[in-house]
């Protein structure tokens, strides 16, 4: 099975059309009368109505996602919670979806906690991360009532403690374990090996050690152990290998300190397809993987099997969402390459220019069309690293031509930024034939409100 990291050959026009990228593309999407419709929605008349840039989110698709997590983990074992990693793409709506389908939200700042409490969620099914909280954020997460906090270091661990302690309250808490396995993934996504700016590190006993200050400190309920190891993950043996380290310190955790971990928290990580060739693993595989590696391994050391977290974020929304735009110009280097220019870049996905990320493309209005060329999707910006997508199969585009980048629901809008003052587009919803706003485009207002002249 080919990881997302494996290099491409030479691009060549693949003559495929919409139909066959639906790997890439929202569950709902199809094509009706030579156009790309998602949601029941003709993805060019919203194009003309709502404008462009646009990102749109297929709803059914999302739902569909976090069900799948919800079935395919508590088919193995009843106590298990699906938190989904607000991260990869956070608003008032998709708090509400995630409330809706008996989830919970991991937040990785004050901010995204800001939308759990706007948005009505019971802050027992929020949990809280990252590796350099503030002062300001831990208040935020104790006056709130969080579920629970991931500690990530032992000054926020003592910072925590006097906290609670200064509030009269005690707060549960999850020890974030480096557990040294290297998962098959980008070097930047890599979270679970030795040397990562996240966790206590198990090898040279600092996990043991916040443990056991966790057990000790006033205000602070040790809950359970968390280990992410990384994102876009092909491999399932990366969890499994994971897992069997966890369960192995779970059990010199008892042994060491008299207390049962209540909660093991493996992360999220499961990889999508940015390309038709990309074959991840399914969410049924990977609940099997988790939850029943997880149980035998327990049992194997004769220990309680412990409630559950798994943290889906990525897989969740990425393969829901498109982003639209309009071609205002096309220039052709003679042996050299096309570009095709649109009406955004890396202001609104900068993965490309980030991580080299791959993506598929195709235009909406010629869905039913081959891909008869191979062109590189340019953004606007003062910048010749502004790449949406480089070389890859398109249609013979046009002006006015709507192009549409496929497998963007994740970390685009989330990673948006105004760069040469551009606004960021807006995100809307599509489900059963409406469409609806969830986050406005902004305006040149927006811009300069926060300038204090």
């Known amino acids: 099975m080919a990881g997302p990291s494996a290099p491409r050959p030479p691009v060549q026009p693949d003559h495929k059309t919409a139909l066959d990228l639906l790997p890439v593309l929202p569950m709902t999407a199809e094509v009706r009368s030579g ?58 709506a998709m708090v509400n979806i995630v409330a809706e389908e ?56 003592e910072r925590l403690s006097a906290m609670a302690v200064e509030r009269g309250v005690t707060q549960k808490v999850l020890i ?97 397809a940015y390309g038709v060739p990309d074959e991840p693993s399914t969410i049924k595989d990977f609940g099997k993987v988790v939850v029943d590696g997880i149980k035998e391994e327990c049992e194997r050391h004769g220990l309680p099997v412990p409630r559950m977290a798994v943290e889906p974020g990525r897989s969740i929304v990425a393969n829901a969402g498109v982003t639209l735009y309009t071609v205002g110009a096309i220039k052709e280097i003679p042996g050299v390459r096309t570009y ?57 585009p046009e002006i006015d031509d709507v192009v549409v980048v496929c497998s963007t629901g994740a970390y685009c809008q989330s990673m948006a930024s105004n760069y040469n003052k551009q606004v960021r587009p807006g995100v809307v919803f599509v489900c059963d034939g409406d469409w609806r706003w969830v986050v406005r485009r902004e305006t040149y207002d927006d811009l300069l409100r926060p300038d204090c002249g």
Not at 118 to 141: D, F, I, S, W, Y
Not at 361 to 390: F, W, Y
Request: glycine content about 12%; proline content about 3%.
């Open 340 to 396: 095709v220019a649109v009406d955004g870049g890396m202001s609104d996905n900068i993965r490309t220019s980030l991580y080299d990320a791959h993506y598929e493309a195709l235009i909406a209005n010629k869905a039913d069309q081959p891909r008869e060329m191979v062109a590189t999707v340019a953004g606007k910006h003062c910048e010749s690293g502004d790449i949406v997508v480089r070389d890859a199969p398109l249609q013979c």
């Open 176 to 272: 974030r374990v480096t557990p040294g396995v290297a998962a098959d993934t980008h070097d930047f996504i890599m979270t679970g090996a030795e040397d990562s700016k996240f966790g206590f590190g198990l090898n040279q006993g600092l996990a043991m050690e916040a443990v056991k200050r966790a057990v000790e400190l006033p205000g602070i309920d040790f809950d359970g152990l968390h280990m992410h190891i990384g994102s876009q993950i092909f491999a399932l043996h990366s969890f499994a290998k994971a897992i069997e380290v966890m369960v192995g310190f779970m059990r010199d955790v008892t042994n060491e300190t008299g207390e049962h971990v209540r909660m093991l928290d493996v992360g999220g990580g499961l990889g999508v």
């Open 102 to 157: 008996d989830c919970c939200l991991l937040c990785a700042s004050g901010g995204e906690l800001a939308y759990a409490i706007r948005g009505g969620l019971p802050m027992e099914r929020v949990q809280v991360h990252g590796n350099n909280k503030t002062p300001a954020e831990l208040a935020e997460c104790l006056d709130a009532g969080v579920g629970r906090v991931v500690v990530d270091n032992f000054v926020e661990l």
């Open 35 to 92: 156009r790309l419709w998602i949601g029941g929605v003709d993805m060019v008349g919203l194009a003309r109505e709502a404008g462009t840039a646009l990102y749109v989110m297929d709803e059914e698709h999302i739902r569909s996602q976090l069900r799948d997590y919800v079935k395919w983990t508590r088919y193995h074992w009843p106590e298990v919670d699906v938190v989904y990693a607000g991260k990869a793409f956070l608003s008032l």
